[in-house]
């Protein structure tokens, strides 16, 4: 087909078309899909210009094994920030393997990414708009704490579409769990701490809204208070939050109210730390009667991670 056969036709494309999974030098010439996309735009042959959805499992299916569909995700494996960087970001592939290897992972789902709606079930349109395009400021993108860059989206839509899927196989099997995530940092029109969508808010409200849940209740045990967990619920009366954190070790600066903060010092043993939800939880899950549990494990309340954090684990 001759290329002005194009013109004026619609094209599809995707920004992760940029993303580059292989060494510079590789065989496979990758760019090229990104470079044609540029070629044709600046050639005037371009169209409207149109940007896919991820397709989800039952359509990969149509011309895959479920064996080979089910294996995980692969964005989990994306690195999005220079090896050093302050974030532990393998960590999540690294524990999925843990998982398998110890055969404590039973059956294994891949997620969607979310689409636009249910990010903003959580997010101002604008915040959304802003990072997915990256047009974010670079006031903004230091308050997260991670450059951006395609791979930035990406890895962050797996995460949080990982939480949707979470939740909805919770409520289908009892239980469910994700290897990723816990951004509860994000607030609704901004990120922070390494976390850019709050993925288990975004995850509450899409069960709400799709699977007729009621109450939900977070349980919050990171080292750090789940601020904007906090602050994005509110003024939601369907929503009980409760995070139990360190009360002294500097982060976030400012604290949102949950509708339970408990806080402890640091050097807190396990035996304090676990009277303290031995007493707690119980009259939660009474009193509130949830029918979702979102628990978030947190990643860094194990004393030899932080010099700040608890004496536990």
């Given at each position: 087909?001759a290329?002005?056969?194009?013109s004026g036709?619609?094209?599809?494309?995707?920004?992760d078309?940029?993303i580059?999974?292989?060494?510079?030098?590789h065989?496979?010439p990758?760019?090229?899909?990104?470079l044609?996309?540029?070629a044709l735009?600046?050639?005037?042959l371009?169209?409207?210009?149109?940007?896919?959805?991820?397709?989800?499992?039952d359509?990969?299916?149509?011309?895959?094994t479920?064996?080979?569909?089910?294996s995980?995700?692969?964005?989990m494996?994306?690195?999005?920030v220079?090896e050093?960087?302050r974030?532990p970001?393998?960590?999540?592939h690294?524990?999925?393997l843990?998982l398998r290897?110890e055969?404590?992972?039973?059956?294994?789902?891949?997620?969607?990414y979310?689409?636009?709606?249910?990010?903003?079930l959580a997010?101002?349109p604008?915040y959304?708009d802003s990072f997915?395009?990256?047009?974010?400021?670079?006031?903004?993108?230091?308050s997260?704490?991670?450059p951006?860059s395609?791979?930035?989206?990406?890895?962050?839509?797996?995460?949080?579409?990982?939480?949707?899927l979470?939740?909805?196989?919770?409520l289908?099997?009892g239980?469910?769990?994700?290897?990723?995530?816990?951004?509860h940092?994000?607030?609704p029109?901004?990120?922070?701490?390494w976390?850019v969508f709050?993925d288990?808010?975004?995850a509450?409200?899409?069960?709400q809204r799709?699977a007729g849940?009621g109450?939900?209740?977070?349980?919050?045990?990171d080292?750090h208070?789940?601020?904007?967990?906090?602050?994005i619920?509110?003024?939601?009366?369907?929503?009980f939050?409760f995070?139990l954190?360190c009360?002294?070790?500097g982060?976030p600066a400012r604290?949102q109210?949950?509708?339970l903060d408990?806080?402890l010092?640091?050097?807190t043993g396990?035996?304090e730390y676990m009277?303290?939800?031995?007493e707690?939880?119980?009259?939660l899950l009474?009193?509130?009667r949830?029918?979702?549990?979102m628990?978030?494990?947190?990643?860094?309340?194990?004393t030899?991670?932080?010099p700040?954090c608890?004496?536990i684990?």
């Amino acid at each position: 087909m001759a290329c002005s056969a194009l013109s004026g036709h619609p094209v599809v494309y995707h920004p992760d078309m940029q993303i580059q999974p292989v060494a510079e030098g590789h065989r496979f010439p990758m760019p090229k899909d990104h470079l044609l996309y540029l070629a044709l735009c600046e050639e005037g042959l371009a169209g409207s210009t149109f940007t896919p959805a991820y397709p989800d499992r039952d359509t990969l299916l149509l011309a895959h094994t479920p064996d080979y569909v089910d294996s995980y995700h692969p964005d989990m494996q994306i690195q999005p920030v220079a090896e050093g960087h302050r974030f532990p970001m393998p960590k999540d592939h690294l524990l999925y393997l843990a998982l398998r290897e110890e055969g404590l992972a039973g059956s294994t789902f891949t997620p969607a990414y979310p689409d636009r709606d249910t990010l903003l079930l959580a997010h101002t349109p604008d915040y959304v708009d802003s990072f997915l395009e990256g047009r974010l400021s670079a006031s903004a993108m230091r308050s997260i704490g991670l450059p951006w860059s395609p791979a930035l989206v990406q890895r962050t839509l797996v995460g949080t579409g990982s939480a949707v899927l979470a939740a909805r196989l919770a409520l289908q099997y009892g239980v469910a769990c994700m290897c990723n995530g816990g951004t509860h940092h994000a607030h609704p029109s901004h990120g922070s701490g390494w976390c850019v969508f709050n993925d288990q808010a975004v995850a509450a409200r899409a069960a709400q809204r799709d699977a007729g849940v009621g109450k939900v209740l977070f349980v919050d045990l990171d080292v750090h208070q789940g601020d904007g967990t906090a602050a994005i619920f509110q003024d939601d009366p369907s929503v009980f939050t409760f995070s139990l954190h360190c009360s002294n070790q500097g982060f976030p600066a400012r604290l949102q109210a949950s509708d339970l903060d408990v806080g402890l010092p640091a050097g807190t043993g396990d035996a304090e730390y676990m009277a303290v939800l031995q007493e707690v939880l119980p009259g939660l899950l009474a009193n509130q009667r949830p029918d979702l549990v979102m628990y978030n494990a947190g990643t860094c309340a194990y004393t030899k991670l932080l010099p700040s954090c608890y004496r536990i684990f």
